[in-house]
């Protein structure tokens, strides 16, 4: 299941921006963070994709979903532009940006390749 994050919550299990300089994730599982809003219609489509794949990756990553309207400040530290945009982290390195709705099979492979090829 998808979790929604706040800013707080987002400085507790993501980054803590407020006290770091420097990108150091929190969390111990890779981790996919879902830029939307909800009157963005290619946000509703990836919505329930994401959804369905936090089932399929149950204990191997983490997704996240941050509402841009509700949490304008983590869109602008991010530099959102577009919605939706997906962050993807791993536990280790750099997080990459994907901007657009992607469809499930492209989602899927870049999970594979940006998150569970680092993590093995």
Same mark, same amino acid.
């Given at each position: $299941?998808? !979790?929604?994050?706040?800013? #707080?919550?987002?400085? !507790? @299990?993501?980054?803590?921006? #407020? *006290? ?34 936090? !089932?399929?990756?149950?204990? *191997?990553? @983490? ?7 509700? #949490?304008? #400040? ?22 990459? $940006? ?9 989602? @899927? ?12």
């Amino acid at each position: $299941m998808t !979790e929604h994050l706040t800013k #707080e919550t987002f400085l !507790e @299990k993501v980054f803590d921006y #407020e *006290k770091n300089q420097e990108w150091k994730y929190q969390g111990k599982l890779p981790a996919l963070i879902d830029f939307w809003a909800p009157w963005c219609g290619p946000c509703r489509i990836v919505g329930p994709i994401l959804e369905e794949l936090s !089932e399929e990756y149950a204990g *191997k990553i @983490k997704i996240y979903k941050v509402n841009t309207d509700e #949490e304008q #400040e983590l869109g602008a530290v991010f530099g959102i532009r577009s919605i939706p945009s997906l962050l993807f982290i791993p536990v280790d390195g750099q997080p990459k $940006m994907a901007v657009g709705a992607l469809p499930k099979e492209t989602l @899927k492979q870049a999970i594979e390749k940006e998150l569970l090829t680092q993590a093995a």
